[in-house]
């Protein structure tokens, strides 16, 4: 009886199990905890009977004075718990590397011809090199020499990536190597050294007949080596193919209309065998398009955005899409008679979305390529409007109507009412429609009377929100000759709108500023308990958005913030840290 392997789990392990726990833990959701259980079942289950062959054929032992003694099919009771401590660093790193990534955006249906004959080819050549390799594999097993334990790895291990694969190709190419590499290679170089440590101890033994006798390094065996590379490629192979199943799953609800929160494993492999001939494009394309909005216009919340999961981030991103797309069509037009014709038009989108006639669909759609240009169109068209109360919707139209008057000379923000009345069809509706989206895809037991208070505070939070707006644009709304500071603060100062026109900057400018900040917070204090009163899935992501948008307003209190194209910019190990604590509130 001994305690050496039990002491590389306690030196090496088990601390880097803690740190990533530690960090992860404010964005681990009950999806998050399935997935690592369902590798952790799978990787012991298909790791026990090949281990347990290799101790029986001695190919690697483990001295009666390293290990604490009980065992199960001969393999110590430490090796079973390696590959269980494995299996959960590997996928907590990987978790932690892809929290912000939209998967959505990385399937390609065969429709995309480029994208999709590249893939294919890939596809083919990598699973060739597989086969290959797995033949070889079994030719060093057939010898039974040196090559046997580097050929047992390839044959045991060779299957299963194969498989994953042709299954999650298009993930696996098509994601960034922060995702897929680097969760490799990290644990892999770190577990190389702990080997390294553990075969000089003496810790395990590898028996020489069955070696090729070539070194990574000094003390490290280049099986052992590729030992580490393959099975922390398994794990993230298994944990982008679970991905790839759930982006699937997701992003195609006509052919997937309901999605359990935990999917069944019959449920994900349906979704993986899912033909990529059957993909939406378009919608693939409109998603592309409303993420590349998202992170282009609005930091915090694209940084909110990766904490929210499943079909509730993806009608959050088509929701904040359409809201730009609109914005900019009327505050993009040449004229002001142009941009009243979008009012327009966007009006008429919304009456034939909300029209009840059995051609809706078909009418919509044709409307929407006729009347709007094609960058705009896949925003207007993927708005999830079927389970969107229309009169949010209106009242942001009419909130565009008020920047409008600006166009005439006219200053609409007469005193501290039309502030509100604008902050609230500008902002407080978006916020009304975010938590309808996220009532609608929660199993939350809210009664009917509650969720409309809930409503009612986040349309306030809105307005909160959108002051802080107002604060930091200041200077970019001179250029545009709009003064959205109320006409009668301004006279309290004996100040006109020309005079912020003229010194946007002054110290008069910057107490108003502050006061509309004042008035910001007030209104956040009041309305963010309704927040916790959400279903848990959307709790703490709701909470994310908010106070890394309120964030802001706390910079604009400070002296020396980092000003971005004339707005006031929250670094990003800020608004991370933010969005940690946000998280850890529960």
Not at 79 to 90: A, D, G, H, P, R
Not at 219 to 248: C, R, S
Not at 415 to 429: F, M, N, P, Q, W
Request: glycine share 6%; net charge positive.
């Amino acid at each position: 009886m001994g305690w050496d392997y039990a002491l590389v789990h306690l030196y090496y392990n088990i601390p880097p199990a803690a740190l990533l726990t530690a960090c992860y833990y404010p964005f681990c959701t009950k999806l998050d905890v399935y997935k690592i259980l369902f590798l952790v079942i799978i990787a012991v289950a298909s790791t026990t009977p090949w281990d347990s062959y290799l101790i029986r054929r001695r190919i690697w032992t483990y001295p009666s004075d390293a290990i604490v003694g009980p065992t199960l099919f001969n393999i110590p009771a430490e090796e079973i718990f390696f590959f269980v401590i494995q299996t959960y660093n590997t996928s907590l790193l990987y978790l932690l590397a892809s929290k912000p990534t939209f998967h959505s955006i990385y399937l390609r249906g065969e429709k995309l011809l480029h994208d999709g004959r590249r893939l294919r080819t890939w596809r083919w050549i990598a699973a060739v090199f597989l086969v290959a390799a797995i033949l070889l594999g079994a030719a060093m097993i057939a010898q039974n020499g040196r090559g046997l334990y580097m050929g047992l790895i390839i044959v045991w291990a060779g299957p299963f990536i194969l498989s994953l694969w042709m299954l999650a190709y298009q993930l696996l190419i098509n994601l960034p190597a922060s995702n897929t590499l680097f969760p490799v290679l990290a644990p892999t170089l770190y577990l190389w050294i702990v080997d390294t440590i553990a075969l000089r101890r003496g810790t395990w033994v590898i028996q020489s007949g069955t070696k090729l006798g070539w070194h990574l390094w000094d003390g490290l065996d280049v099986e052992e080596a590729f030992f580490f590379l393959v099975t922390n490629t398994l794990i993230v192979f298994g944990l982008v193919a679970f991905d790839n199943a759930l982006a699937i799953l997701n992003t195609f609800p006509c052919h997937f209309p309901a999605v359990a929160p935990l999917p069944s494993p019959v449920q994900l492999v349906k979704a993986l065998l899912f033909s990529p001939s059957h993909y939406q494009d378009d919608r693939i394309l409109g998603l592309q398009e409303a993420l590349k909005r998202l992170r282009k216009k609005s930091r915090s919340f694209y940084l909110a955005s990766g904490c929210f999961e499943g079909r509730l981030r993806i009608d959050l991103i088509l929701l904040y899409s359409f809201c730009r797309v609109a914005d900019d069509l009327v505050d993009n037009a040449s004229s002001g008679a142009e941009a009243r014709q979008w009012i327009v038009k966007l009006t008429e989108y919304l009456d034939i979305c909300y029209a009840k006639t059995a051609e809706k669909s078909t009418s919509r759609d044709a409307f929407i390529r006729s009347a709007f240009p094609a960058q705009a169109q896949s925003a207007l068209l993927l708005l999830p409007t079927a389970y969107l109360s229309p009169t949010p919707l209106y009242d942001l139209i009419r909130g565009f109507e008020t920047d409008l008057d600006f166009s005439t000379g006219h200053f609409p923000i007469a005193d501290e009412l039309k502030l509100k009345i604008y902050g609230s069809r500008v902002a407080g509706t978006v916020a009304e429609l975010c938590l309808e989206l996220a009532f609608h895809h929660s199993n939350g037991q809210n009664g009917q009377q509650e969720r409309q208070e809930i409503v009612q505070a986040g349309g306030r939070m809105g307005i909160a929100l959108q002051y802080v707006n107002i604060a930091r644009d200041i200077a970019v709304d001179v250029k545009n000759n709009r003064v959205y500071i109320p006409t009668s603060w301004l006279d309290s100062k004996v100040l006109r709108p020309e005079d912020v026109l003229k010194d946007p900057s002054s110290l008069m400018v910057e107490a108003l500023r502050q006061r509309l900040l004042d008035e910001a917070m007030d209104i956040y204090k009041e309305a963010k308990g309704a927040i916790e009163l959400l279903p848990s899935q959307s709790r703490g992501p709701m909470r994310v958005a908010v106070e890394s948008y309120v964030e802001i307003g706390r910079l604009l209190r400070e002296s020396g913030y980092k000003v971005k194209a004339g707005r006031a910019t929250v670094p990003k190990r800020r608004r991370l840290r933010v969005a940690w604590t946000a998280l850890r509130k529960g």
